[in-house]
């Protein structure tokens, strides 16, 4: 018995010792993470057509502030013509996810756009949470720009 407790207790300090060996959880994978990067593809190719190949017909784009969350987009059109708009005014951005995560239908990232304004560089960085529902987002939500 006392030598399973010194296995036991050896085994503790080791993984809670400074030098144990840390390893990063595997990127997150599947399906609804392919939706997104395929998504986040067509962003960077400045092709809102093919971006809506990865929108339900009715996907809505929701802002969220404090306690208030507005509909930016409610339907693919409307949210094509404002990525259209934006790309002519943004036409060096580009966009990156980082830390992606999965929950089920909802994928979430913090997703870090750059672009030169004015001849300067500018980057920030925000939280998106996509619903994807049938291999297609039907809602995004993001979060105020850090």
Request: aromatic content about 10%.
């Amino acid at each position: 018995m006392r030598t399973v407790f010194l296995l036991v207790a050896a085994l503790f300090l080791a993984a809670c010792s400074p030098d144990a060996e840390r390893t990063a959880p595997p990127p997150a994978s599947g399906d609804n993470v392919e939706v997104v990067n395929g998504l986040m593809a067509a962003f960077n190719d400045h092709d809102a057509g093919k971006m809506r190949d990865f929108w339900h017909p009715d996907v809505t784009w929701i802002e969220l502030s404090g306690e208030q969350a507005s509909a930016v987009t409610r339907s693919a059109e409307q949210l094509h013509d404002e990525l259209v708009a934006y790309f002519e005014a943004y036409p060096s951005v580009s966009s990156s996810l980082e830390h992606i995560s999965v929950n089920g239908h909802f994928v979430t990232a913090i997703e870090r756009p750059v672009w030169e304004e004015g001849g300067e560089r500018k980057s920030q960085s925000s939280v998106v949470v996509y619903e994807i529902i049938d291999g297609k987002v039907k809602r995004f939500w993001y979060y105020p720009p850090q």
